[in-house]
């Protein structure tokens, strides 16, 4: 598991931030009982026992970050915020100079706006918090068997595709730095 979460954070940023939130729920689910988290997750995984004994000591990571941030119940690790803040700053810049960006931005703002007015004064964050929450949504949804509302559904397709290309900018920056050093 921590092999997957290394993978999505080298590839795809916006899957690292999804996938550390299934993780950091998953860690919640079990009470941040270790050891139920090894007999009922961590054991079916088809990997050798040294990388299994790795993987708990994964969780036990997540888990005491939690704990030490206050966290337990609610909220995300200090990591994947700033993974967060870093596409939201980025959303912010390109927006401004790239309108190609700028177009799917446009499509995406009608279904941000309405998630807005649907937090009832609750601060939602912004626009990047916001798509990345809804697509975990229904993701969650998904897992649980719920059905999806075609709004939302809607409102995830234009959230993807402000995403993906929030996410390319990310990476073709991130290999810019690799290559200047």
Not at 56 to 77: D, M, P, T, V, Y
Not at 102 to 120: G, N, R, S
Not at 146 to 166: C, K, T
Request: proline fraction near 2%; charged fraction near 30%.
């Amino acid at each position: 598991m921590k092999k997957i979460a290394l993978n999505k954070l080298e590839k795809n940023i916006a899957e690292y931030i999804l996938y550390m939130y299934q993780m950091e729920d998953l860690i919640r689910a079990y009470d941040f009982n270790l050891e139920e988290i090894r007999q009922f997750v961590v054991s079916h995984y088809p990997i050798a026992e040294s990388e299994k004994q790795e993987t708990l000591s994964w969780f036990a990571e997540i888990a005491h970050e939690l704990k030490s941030s206050g966290i337990e119940k609610r909220g995300h690790l200090v990591r994947v915020q700033t993974h967060m803040d870093t596409l939201a700053k980025i959303h912010w810049e390109i927006l401004k100079t790239d309108k190609n960006y700028f177009e799917l931005f446009q499509k995406a703002k009608p279904h941000l706006l309405q998630l807005v007015l649907e937090a009832k004064g609750e601060n939602p964050g912004n626009e990047i918090r916001i798509c990345l929450h809804s697509i975990y949504g229904q993701l969650l949804a998904r897992l649980q068997g719920r059905e999806i509302p075609a709004d939302i559904l809607e409102a995830n397709e234009r959230f993807g595709d402000l995403i993906s290309y929030l996410v390319f900018v990310f990476h073709q920056r991130e290999r810019e730095k690799i290559e200047k050093n």
